[in-house]
């Protein structure tokens, strides 16, 4: 891929052809307040707090819609673009229900973020005293649209990663906000309960029920299929109270879906087994791995030929394969079947 | 391509026009599919369009191989919901395309990849059906058409205050005045306009004295506006500006897609931020506050919806900011449509803020003592007004929607005259302060001030130079309109609350009253010299200017004024002078005017009354120079024609050349305006055309002790203004003295609503106003007699309580 060359703040920078020049500036470690651009998603332009200053383009451009040019001189800083941005994030203050200690995005909001570096101090417009209804309807997730800044990404995610749809933007003007078709609660609507939204939401808008901060995150791989997302488990003591998508991962590149993200619950609960159950008698029985092992190895010698193997699809290949490879080498038939046999 | 009203007219006048030129495009493009958006609004243009494309298929001119040309090429029709925003270009792509119409960033452009990623050229309607014209015609013959810069036509949806509304096609170039004026016919109803929108809700607001600017893409841009959808907004004096920008804004807020923060929330706090203005509630930087969101907007918004949303209120601040200004700081709303600040137009607008709706209702019970108890706790001339105010609260009656304004001066006069002295028991009078004021000037101003300030127990001494009181209500206006005996009664109600008047006083020196004992001095000294018009022999015998005329008479002089007599000039002055000379003996009377009628400053009634006595009128002529032969004065006037529009939404007179005539007469009065005298022995900072120069708020001219208001401070106005001037000198004079201000009193009870006469709703014309019938020009006798009692309760009953209105 050819790299180009550009100057940001009379630093020199070289860029991927292809990028924005937002992006441009961030991998060069040059901070430019956002909060609707996204390196998972198409570029937007609503936000307009990454607005730069660009020789020969006309205006104030949004950093994250202009491709970056060889040769392209651009400002992230000018009294003009720090007064602008410091309107803007004071119109969004003004409609944002400010209780931040008390919101699950708190040290983790885009807005925060922003307001902090363009430096807003004091309330320069009323509060809006609109209170817009809060839909708690999905067992995993609430849309509260009271902190919504309208950036998209909850429905750009929706539509151009997962391809559902399920919400969109309605109304118009001062009155757009996110909803459904119709605007029926979310749990009514097309949605999966991916929790892509959730994930993506930069503020408190859209947030996991009963967040808590993770102590450590752990990278594993989400157990529940074969596709084999990479996961960042948050973990609190040694408790799993979250699920993230790993970016990094080439599998999933940070998406998740709702058994990944949301169904960590299995690990803490109390019916989980977590060692081996012989029975004896008719009861189920506690007994060591060795045990349980010579158990099955006894019983599949007892059945050698007359055996029946099911896989899943739910297994990685590899697993189906060694399945298959046992079943007609070691147990000595052919009777290998799968549940997604179509 | 996209089609809003005015490209809707075009689809349903000529559809072939608009297909042709798509196919020529398309061709020399190599476009296989063409697309018409369309608001569904307009299904006339959809049927005809339709019909259209199915004629054009038939004929082989769309489809496959047209005409045998192996070129194919089909247009579809798509129907929009009519989201304003839709008319952006990415925004209407995303729309046929079937998403939500939001615009997006450009690049990439449409012509490298629009609709569904192809890529895409948008015209509008008007544009492509040029197309076959200029194709037929010639590049040269369409480049022929409007300015150097901005070629061809351009088409407005002429509307609002003008007479004739519609669509109008012009050369680009034409000015707004040609549009307005020449094709609109002008404003109904003898109003003045006020300002243009153009370019619809998201262009600007251009004020009539910029009505001769051309009309094209690059003067509009100066001026602050855009050329934008086509609509041109006419908005009269009837209109608020404040409000208009509101108007506008809320379309835009609602209108905008919602995807950009300073589109979306910006046009919601600037709205905010009128709403709060137009409320009273206001605050001067809230000016500053819009201006600057408004940069914002335009600076940082994704798409030009966002981008020109601000535009009305840029501009109106840009042109109209006094108009802002007066909102916040005085709470008025001169066009008196502000319905959080206006209770009634009528009292909104009366300068002394006379609660006119009250007294009104209380005539209509013919409970005329209390009616005039509410005029009179706020002015101390019920009767004077009610012969001669020029009662701009008439004007802005809602009554006059209907058939007449409701006669607020003829009920000012009935209540005077039915009222009786009842509302005296009432009055307020403070115990003496000790304090002393010197009025200089027994005008309206000043004896108001010393009225209101005797009340607060000041001591006032009213400084005259004339041998009598009364200022231009006795030197100014004629015994017909105003009878002394009238103006005698209502000074001598002041006189009795212990200010006194010194007439043959002449005041050179402020200095000298402040030593002498005086702790404040109002200077209200009018507007006593007459302008001249600077043309050769101007000041040959028998000229004379209007307000010497006029004083000299008035004082008791017999004035020999000959057989015939010429004024010139368009005000109530000139009118009055024509009347006094006809009763002066003079045979003929003509007034010359170097505009129309419609333009005159003089009152409607007086001009008809005039004309009713024989005052001969002259329109669109302007003096050029007197001449005397034999003792006769003969006076050269040239014709005018109407011009372009003035400061004040007048037209101009220009004088046509080699037009040239003169007319004879014995006597010409000049009656062209008037200005204060010299002040300069007063050492007061000097003004505009001779006035004084003070704070408008307090009326305090520089140094301290010293306040000046009326016809000195703002040159020739009117009675009521000068009223109204004399009521806030007395209030910033009792402060600066140590009083609270406070001059406002009830001399009437709060009337019971509950029982109340019901609302005469059906069509009911204003009584015709009794006047002398006999011997009208023999003497100086007062011509118009008032409403009985009962003829001014019935005119009472017509007004529509406007002050009752609950939402």
Known sequence: MSTINLTIDGRAIEARQGMTVLEAALAAGIYIPNLCADPDLRPFGACRLCIVEVEGIRGLPASCTVPAGDGMVVRTDSPLLETTRRTLVSLLLADHADDCLACAKNNRCSLQTAAAYVGVRERRFPKATRVLPVDDSNPFFTYDMNKCILCGKCVRVCDEVQGVGAISFVNRGYDTKIGTLMDRPIISSLCESCGQCEAKCPVGAITAKNYQQPSRKVKTVCSYCGVGCGLLLHVRGSKVIAAEGDRESPVNRGSLCVKGRFGYEYVNHRDRLTRPLIRRDGVLQEASWDEALE????????????????????????????LQKFTRGVMATNNVDHCARI | MRAGRHGADIMEAVPHA???????????????????????????????????????????????????????????????????VCGEETALMASIEGNRGMPRSRPPFPAQSGLWGKPTNINNVKTWASVPLIIGQGGDWFAGIGTEKSKGTAIFALTGKVANSGLVEVPMGTTLEEIVFGIGGGIPGGKRIKAVQTGGPSGGCLPARLLNLPVDYETLAQAGSIMGSGGMVVVDEDTCIVDLAKYFLSFTEKESCGKCVPCRLGTHQMRGILERITRGEGKLEDIDELLALGETIKAAALCALGGTAPNPVITTIRYFREEYEEHIKKHHCRAAVCAGLVKAPCSHTCPAGIDVPRYVRLASVGKFAESLAVIREKVPFPAVLGRVCFHPCESKCRRGQVEQAVSIMGLKRAAATYGGESWRAKTRVSPPTGRQVATIGSGPAGLTAAYHLAKRGHLVTIFEAAPEPGGMMRLGIPAFRLPRDVLDQEIAEIEALGAEIRTNSRIDSLQDLLRGGYDAVFVATGAHQGMKMGVEGEDSPGVIDCVSFLRRVNLGEELAVGDTVVVVGGGNAAIDASRTALRLGARRAKIVYRRTRQEMPAADEEIDAAVAEGVELEYLVSPVRVTTKDGRLSLVLLRNELGSV???????????????????CDTLIVAIGQQPESTARLGLAKGRGGTIQVDADTLRAAGGAVFAGGDVVTGPASVIEAIAAGRQAAISIDKYLGGDGDIDERLAPLEDLLDLPPLEEGERHRPEMPSLAEGVLAGFREIELGYGADAAAYEARRCLRCDLETE
Do not use: W
């Open chain 2, 646 to 664: 003035d400061a004040t939404g007048r037209r101009r007179s220009e004088p046509m050349p080699g037009t040239e005539f003169p007319i004879a």
């Open chain 2, 18 to 84: 608009v297909i042709e030129g798509m196919i020529i495009g398309a061709y020399c493009m190599g476009a296989r599919r063409g697309f018409v958006y369309i608001r569904a609004e307009y299904p006339l243009a959809v049927r005809r369009l339709r019909t259209a494309l199915r004629q054009a298929r038939e004929r082989g001119f769309l489809g496959r191989d047209i005409l045998g040309s192996s070129f194919d090429f089909e247009v579809e029709v798509m129907e929009g919901a009519g989201a304003f």
């Open chain 1, 295 to 322: 158990l099955v190895a006894t019983k599949l010698a007892e059945h050698r030929g007359k055996f029946a193997a099911l896989a899943s699809a739910k297994c990685t290949n590899e697993d189906n394969y060694v």
